[in-house]
Each structure stands twice: as structure tokens, then as C-alpha cells.
């Protein structure tokens, strides 16, 4: 049965580890998320309707296009979802991995680049997946690359949290401040094989661009390329570093400063940021929509 | 009698079970109605293919001047939007959206008692000024900021091109006839796909 996205929305969770973990980032991206929950409350806060039969029919339009597959937006969902369960193997896989092997500080000196890779493919399939789920929602705005460009640049709202929370919690925290140098050259000196055994590429190739795993790699080097220009800004503005990222954490994670590798897994289990705030984007970009279209 | 008093006994058994069942089920919603009629088999699409590529548009919205800039934010078949953004923060959304596929849209101007550019337009809600070109055409400016008033909205709706996308009218209808004939060999309407970036 296809998903009803009001029910999604409406089922947004308002607390828990996902909601804390994207609110001590608000530091670095202040007052631009407000973890909106809801369908009609979000109809009302998007479009400052509050008459109660223009509502109802701005969600019925919002749902007709959902439920339309040719739209795109329930592949933009599948995205989202799939993104996050299949990274949220990964960290599973790592964290099993390392209480099995060792003591709870043993694991730490025992830093295998194996994670690091799968980290590394695990960021660069995000960063791609945002690039997809951007044009299954909103196509290929305007008439240029400049414009498309400009329309990639102009995130905000819960749209800059994800970004924000793909730099910090899959970039800075596993990988540290150079990630995004990292993550080049590691992706640099990969082949075909590397991503075919990840469980994050794994989960959405099929909705990454290129005929063959070759291809998808090459498409996946070059969005990095193209937009680790913007990450390193991004960090560099907003002031993102390691420490300041896990103290805002560790409010509720207890211990986590000295446990960098156990929290990058542990996030990645218990963080569905992506899924969440995908959720918040389609719904904002399908209401925007369907008012325009009344 | 006997069946009669069995059902006395059964009834209120019966009414519980169904209140318990309907209670295990999720509670109705205002939104369950269309949620069916637009899912399953056979179930209409959101957007006409007769709709007009939504790239179309892009050349009749207003350019940037002053402080407000124009940031591109949706394309799809049959819409176009973009966002007015002054000084960085988003003040106002303006789009154009082909009717065909919502014809209440068109509809509701045939009430219309205002016109701007000679176009008849409404105001819709409290956030929303629209005018519809040749019966098809919707242009619309919807305030996203208290500050972007009525006023404003009326002023950046005469900013569109809205002669060009008038003329768009009867080259669509020229060229629908044509469209029509070859229907069959029509391409799909695709996704957009992913090139790999320059």
C-alpha cells in the first residue's frame, strides 16, 4: 500500500535522539529549523493560510501529487528512507564489530581503516543522494546550470539542518576536520569493487546516475568534487569542529568526548536525520506547490 | 424464542467487537477520502499530459532588480516557481501553472471582479494574489512575509511577461493540433535525469 505522507508527517517525531542530536546543531545554523510536525500545522506555517477549507484543499492537491508516482516525489521518500536504514546497517555492522572485538576503551586504539572507508563511501552516497532527491522534488529549476545551481544554494530551513548534519555527524565527527580532503582522495582511489560491497551504495544505486557501478563512482567523484568547495566554506563559516559538534552532543549522550569512534556509530544507528528531515522537505515543497497551483 | 434471546445476548457482544475493531484500526482522517482516490489502480493523474513543459515558463517571470533577487526553486510539467528574496531571506514565491491539469483553478475567475493588466485576478486566501491569462495561464505572487503586502503582490504580478505568455496560448493551440494527430509517437514524459556535473 503506498505511503500516505500526512500520516508521515503527522507521525514526525517532536523529541527523541534524532530531534536532540539536529537541535545541538542549531548552533552552528541558528534559528533555521524548527522541527515542524504535522500536516495542516505545517500547511499553516508554510503558507500562512489559516482558514480551515483553503487548508484542506491545499493538502488534498499536496496529496494527489504525492500520490501521482510520475511526480517524483515518492521516489525523493524512498531516497530519504533508504539512505538512512541502509547507513544504519553500517553502523550496526561497525558497533557490533567493535564490542565484540574488544573492551569498551580497547576499541578505540584499535582503529581499523575499514570503517573509515565505509565512512567515506557512506558520506559520498549521501552528499549524491541529496543531489537526486533535490531534482526527483523540485526537477531542474531554470533555464541554465548557473540557475540550478543558484536554486541548490538557496537551502534553508530544514533543508540546511540536513546539510549541516551530513557535514557534522558523517563528515567532522568519523573523519575530523579535513574530511572533505579525505573523503576526495579516498574516493579517488577507489574502484567499482569498493562501492559494490557497501550497504549504503548498495541501498540506492539504482537512483544513482551512470550505467554500471564505474559510472555511478564516476558521478559520485565528480558531485564530490563539485561540492566540496561548499563543505569546506560551510565548515569554515558556520565554525564547525569536532569539539564543538560532541560537546553539543554530549548534553545528552553521556561520555561521548571520549568515544569519537563509538558515537560516529552510534549516530549512525540511532539518527535518522535524513529520513526526518526529507520528510520536512517534501512536505514543504509539495505544499508550495499545490497552493500555487489552487 | 430462543434465537431471539440469544441474539439480546449477542448484540452488545457484537457492538463491542466492532468498537473494537474500529478503535484498533487508525482513527479516520480528514484526508482519508482523497488518500483513496488517488492511489490504486486507474486513479487519475496530478498533472494533465496535455500540461505545458514547465520549462516554458522560466522566460516570462520578472528578473531580479534592486535588492530582491530571483532564486529558481521548482520546475515540473505544468509549473514553474520562483523564489523573491530580498536581502536573503524569502519574501515571496511567484510561479505560473498550466490550469489543464486543475481546471477549478481556471474557474474561479470567471467570479473575478478586479483585473490587473487587463488579465482578471482574484485574491485568494490571505497570502495569495492570482490572474489568469487566456483562460489557462495562472500567474500567481503568494507573500511569505508579513511585510510582502496585497499591494506588492500586484506590483510583481505586472512584472511578468504576461504578453509573452499570452502569445504561448496560441502557439500551445497550434501546436496541440499537431499533437494530437501524432499522439502515439508523443515521448513518455520522463524524470528529469542526472547529468554528470562540468
Known sequence: ?????????????????????????????????????????????????????????????????????????????WLYQTVDSASGMLGTAALANRIGQDTFLGFLKNITPKPEKAQTIDL????????????????????????????????????????AALVAFDGVIPLGAEFSTKVLSSIKGMGPSDLDKNRTFKGVKDAIPGNDSKGKLAFM??????????????????????????DGLSRFIEGSQSKLDYLGAFLDISVKYYEHTGIQTLARRLIERAVAEL | MLPTRWLRRLAPMLVCLVLFMTACSSAPNKYDQVQKDTTGFGKPAAVSKDAQKGGTFNQFFPKGEGDYDLVPSQEKKGFAAYKLNKNGSTVATL???????????????????????????????????????????????????????????VDWLQKFDLKGLAELEVAANKSSDIKQASKLNAPPTLNPVLQPAA
Open chain 2, 95 to 153: 510561479s505560473i501553472n498550466d490550469t489543464t491539469s486543475l481546471p477549478a483553478a481556471a474557474a474561479k475567475y470567471s467570479s473575478a471582479t478586479d483585473t490587473v493588466a487587463g488579465y482578471p485576478s482574484v485574491n485568494q486566501g490571505t497570502t495569495a494574489t492570482g490572474l489568469l491569462v487566456n483562460g489557462r495561464y495562472q500567474v500567481k505572487v503568494l507573500s511569505r512575509d508579513t511585510s510582502f503586502s496585497q499591494a506588492d503582490r
Open chain 1, 221 to 246: 567523484t565528480e558531485s564530490f568534487e563539485s561540492t566540496k568547495g561548499w563543505m569546506d566554506k560551510f565548515v569554515a563559516e558556520k565554525g564547525i569542529t569536532q569539539s564543538g559538534v560532541v
Open chain 1, 124 to 163: 559520498s552516497v549521501k552528499l549524491v543522494t541529496e543531489i537526486v532527491a533535490f531534482c526527483h522534488i523540485n526537477g531542474i529549476p531554470g533555464d541554465s546550470l548557473g540557475d540550478f545551481l543558484k536554486s541548490l544554494g538557496d537551502y534553508s530551513g530544514e533543508s540546511i539542518m540536513r546539510m
Open chain 1, 1 to 77: 500500500m503506498s505511503k500516505k505522507i500526512y500520516e508521515l508527517v503527522d507521525k514526525l517525531p517532536k523529541g527523541g535522539i534524532t530531534v536532540m542530536a539536529l537541535k545541538s546543531l542549531d548552533k552552528f545554523v541558528p534559528g533555521q529549523w524548527d522541527n515542524l510536525v504535522g500536516f495542516d500545522h505545517t500547511i499553516k506555517t508554510v503558507t500562512g493560510e489559516t482558514d480551515p477549507a483553503m487548508v484542506q484543499a491545499i493538502g488534498e492537491r499536496a496529496i494527489t501529487l504525492f500520490n501521482d508516482k510520475g511526480e517524483g516525489y515518492q521516489r525523493a521518500l
